[in-house]
């Protein structure tokens, strides 16, 4: 029997206004109050709202057989706070019918893994916080921002406590082995690893209503026909997708939760497949193998890379430029500052500045704000020019480590060329003597 591990991110940005020059140093609020309670309002609407009401109707229906596992962003919990308060108590009443696994991430959804440990292990500590606070669920399996993975990342994550990560079944990682079986990290064996199989998941989440699509249209049948397929010996099926793909990416009208509906019913009563979650996958099957993943991936794109947020030298400029102030940040105790420096990091601010697909590609266009990738560098920057005039008028006495461990290397290399210079000194200064000694007739010898 084959388990399906069913799993939905759940994240939005807050977005920033139209941030000037001359804003910096005058005004300190950063935030499109219309455009986030626009976005937030719509999607909780269209996706939220109604996604939430078929799962909890399925889970009475099917009475502990049917299991999904969310990870909310705690930005998106922050947005829903000040907009949508109902998509957080709908999202507590599912809790409440003991389908759903919530799953541990960072919380503002930010790319802190590939900078900072100690900014990213904060940040995960917050969001695991915050999930137990609100759904009273303390998570013990990660899935880290857009699905961005090592095998150091899995390494620190398992020392924090967690028994599992989820991550994308990239080619250039499996080769030729199969998504569909549970594996270990390289580094740290404690640490067990799902990977997504992203052709399964990306004909529900993008391919469902392509009329182009030579598999179009996309019934419950034809789907189970497609999983029976799968080789016998395979144990897992892990279909990640974005919460958004239901309602919006996947409109009402596309006939999306007709065939969520009837495809879930048909897999509970078929007896080759089960729902669980990643943490009770982790619990029923044995891993078989490594993983090797010496280089960060991502579910993005089919690079599955990090060239969507870290692909030019804007992006590069603007995420250094922010992890220089972590130290300052993890002695701050200023609430406000807190909260913007927690939006500064999102990872979307990254990714409007993208040039890889602006010619014309069409979830960017959707998702951007912004008119162009250097539109969104030179907004993001105006904000970060602000936010570090702040964060120094705070007199955080705090010594950069990295600076200094620089400073007391140049210092020891300077005294290496400094001692080298003098023995070549004395070297010189010897054989002159000896040379002087050897004329003379005054040798040892004598």
């Known amino acids: 029997m084959k388990s399906i591990c069913l799993f939905f991110q759940i994240h939005q940005p807050f977005k920033y206004r139209r941030y000037r020059f001359f804003d910096i140093g005058n005004d300190h609020y950063y935030y499109d109050d219309y455009s986030n309670e626009t976005t937030i309002r719509k ?21 502990g057989q049917f299991k999904i596992a969310l990870s909310i962003s705690g930005v998106t919990l922050d947005l829903f706070d000040l907009y949508a308060p109902e998509v957080i108590e709908s999202f507590k009443e599912l809790a409440h019918s003991g389908c759903v696994e919530f799953l541990a991430e960072t919380y503002s959804h930010s790319l802190s893994s590939l900078n900072n440990r100690e900014i990213f292990e904060h940040e995960v500590k917050l969001h695991r916080d915050k999930i137990c606070s609100l759904f009273g669920q303390k998570p013990v399996t990660f899935r880290n921002t857009e699905m961005i993975y090592s095998d150091v990342i899995g390494d620190w994550v398992q020392k924090m406590g967690f028994k599992a990560i989820l991550t994308e079944g990239a080619k250039q990682v499996l080769g030729w082995k199969s998504p569909n079986f549970l594996y270990v990290n390289a580094i740290n064996p404690r640490m067990k690893v799902l990977l997504r199989n992203y052709k399964l998941s990306d004909d529900i989440a993008f391919r469902f209503s392509n009329h182009n699509w030579s598999e179009f249209p996309l019934t419950a049948d034809k789907y189970i026909s497609w ?25 009402h009208e596309s006939g999306i939760y007709e065939f969520l509906e009837h495809w879930i019913d048909k897999v509970v009563k078929n ?47 603007a995420f250094d430029k922010l992890y220089v102030l972590s130290h300052k940040m993890l002695q701050c105790k200023n609430i406000e500052l807190i909260k913007d420096w927690n939006y500064l990091q999102e990872s979307d601010h990254f990714y409007y500045m993208s040039t890889k697909y602006f010619s014309g590609h069409q979830n960017q266009v ?7 990738p250097y539109e969104a560098f030179i907004n993001y920057m105006n904000i970060l020019s602000d936010f570090t005039e702040r964060l120094d008028n705070e007199g955080l006495n705090v010594i950069d480590d990295q600076a200094n461990i620089e400073s007391l290397q140049e210092i020891i290399r300077e005294k290496d060329r400094k001692i080298r210079t003098l023995e070549l000194e004395l070297k010189k200064y010897r054989n002159s003597e000896d040379n002087k000694n050897y004329k003379s007739g005054n040798t040892d010898a004598e």
Request: glycine content about 2%.
């Open 271 to 317: 007896d080759n497949f089960l729902f669980a979650t990643p943490s009770q996958v982790v619990q029923e099957l044995q891993p078989i193998s490594i993983v090797n993943v010496p280089y960060p991936i991502s579910w993005a794109d089919e690079e599955r890379d990090l060239t969507s947020w870290l692909g030019n030298e804007m992006q590069k400029e």
């Open 43 to 63: 999607i909780a609407e269209k996706s939220y709202l109604p996604t939430n009401k078929l799962f909890k109707k399925l889970a009475a229906k099917h009475k």
């Open 366 to 372: 959707y998702e951007n704000p912004f008119d162009s």
């Open 227 to 251: 999983l029976e397929k799968l080789n016998s010996r395979e144990e897992v099926i892990n279909l990640f997708l974005n919460y958004e793909s239901f309602g919006l990416r996947q409109s």
